[in-house]
């Protein structure tokens, strides 16, 4: 799919990779509509650096937890550009919280995670399939985790959110052909404000440090790392479909060798 004047909704772009996401596709000539739930400071900011790249936006506020807000979103775009070419799920939450903590968890801890993480890019990609079938072609891509195939992260609830979303994607992609692709992304550890809180900054510092001498390719990834993989699926990959991509400098090859001990 060609990205110059594509129409491509990411959720969740206000910062982090859902920003670098949309900065990216600008510098394609893709159209972007930004996507925040709360920050909406932040979609602006990312507003602002598509724009000056020559491209229009659309910044809209929608939580994808509620299905009504995922096709209001799908709408807007609609309404400004008449098409919708590409969706990246890309929103998320979790609660941080360690995997031997059974009692720190809740029932609404995995209603709200699943909600925004499972559920939502499920609402999103039901509100955006007209469109595409419409226009004869679309490309979705899931934002999942590595946490979702090797069971870690920041809370049980988390990893089973993406493990569910990674099920959705195969499932998805089995029907929305021969006009829609769905393929998803599994990042690793990610570099930013985001884990940082999450963990807490000594925490996060050391696992930081410990991945970047551990890992094969000795590195953490960046939000604009996770980005090229996204835009991949979006604008290449024409045969690809139902794919899951990890992006994780190789720690799961370490962490598959250690459960073959």
């Not at 963990?199 to 960046?222: D, F, H, W």
Request: net charge negative; with cysteine; charged share 20%.
């Amino acid at each position: 799919m060609d990205l110059q004047d594509a129409v491509v909704i990411v959720t969740g772009s206000s910062s982090g990779v859902g920003a670098a996401t949309a900065r990216q596709l600008a510098e394609r000539g893709a159209n972007v509509v930004i996507n925040y739930a709360r920050n909406e400071t932040g979609a602006r900011d990312t507003q602002a650096a598509c724009e000056a790249l020559g491209v229009e936006t659309e910044v809209v506020q929608a939580d994808v937890s509620d299905d009504a807000q995922c096709r209001r979103l799908a709408e807007a775009a609609e309404a400004r550009w008449g098409r919708i070419d590409g969706l990246v799920n890309n929103a998320g939450t979790t609660k941080f919280c360690a995997h031997d903590n059974l009692d720190g968890l809740d029932m609404d801890d995995f209603q709200t995670i699943y909600g925004v993480n499972t559920v939502g890019p499920y609402q999103m990609a039901r509100a955006v399939v007209p469109a595409m079938r419409r226009g004869g072609q679309g490309s979705i891509v899931n934002v999942a985790s590595i946490a979702g195939i090797m069971g870690v992260g920041s809370c049980i609830a988390y990893a089973a959110s993406k493990g569910a979303l990674i099920t959705m994607g195969l499932s998805l992609a089995r029907v929305l052909g021969p006009e829609i692709r769905v393929n998803t992304i599994c990042p690793g550890f990610i570099q930013g404000d985001w884990l940082e809180e999450g963990m807490g900054s000594e925490t996060y510092a050391r696992a930081k440090a410990g991945l970047e001498q551990s890992t094969p390719l000795r590195l953490t990834s960046t939000p604009d790392n996770i980005a090229e993989g996204i835009l991949y699926f979006l604008g290449g990959a024409d045969v690809i479909t139902g794919e899951t991509l990890i992006l994780d400098g190789g720690h799961h090859l370490n962490q598959m060798a250690s459960a073959r001990r």
